[in-house]
């Protein structure tokens, strides 16, 4: 069990200092990768926000207008029974 151990050991070291520190080529590249996503993932945020800014903005305009057209209906309803009611007399 002992020899079993040992031996892991050493492979394990012996692997460990054949491998380079130094950064690869495929590792630039991933981490260029990466680094494209995630400004892809943060404009994709930044759109997404924008979007939904500009939706409330014209659902505002939208309630804005329909309140408008209710009073300018209203006032023209009160103008039309004041005419009839003057005609009236």
Do not use: H, P, W, Y
């Not at 054949?18 to 930044?46: G, N």
Request: aromatic share 2%.
């Amino acid at each position: 069990m002992k020899k079993v151990i040992l031996s892991l050991a050493l492979v394990f070291a012996m692997g460990m200092s054949f491998t380079s520190c130094r950064e690869t080529k495929e590792e630039k590249a991933e981490d260029a990768i990466e680094q494209a996503a995630e400004d892809t993932e943060d404009a994709l945020e930044d759109a997404a926000d924008e979007t939904e800014e500009a939706v409330e903005e014209a659902g505002d305009a939208i309630e804005e207008g329909a309140e408008d057209a209710e009073a300018a209906a209203e006032e023209a309803m009160e103008e039309t029974e004041e005419a009839v009611d003057s005609m009236s007399n």
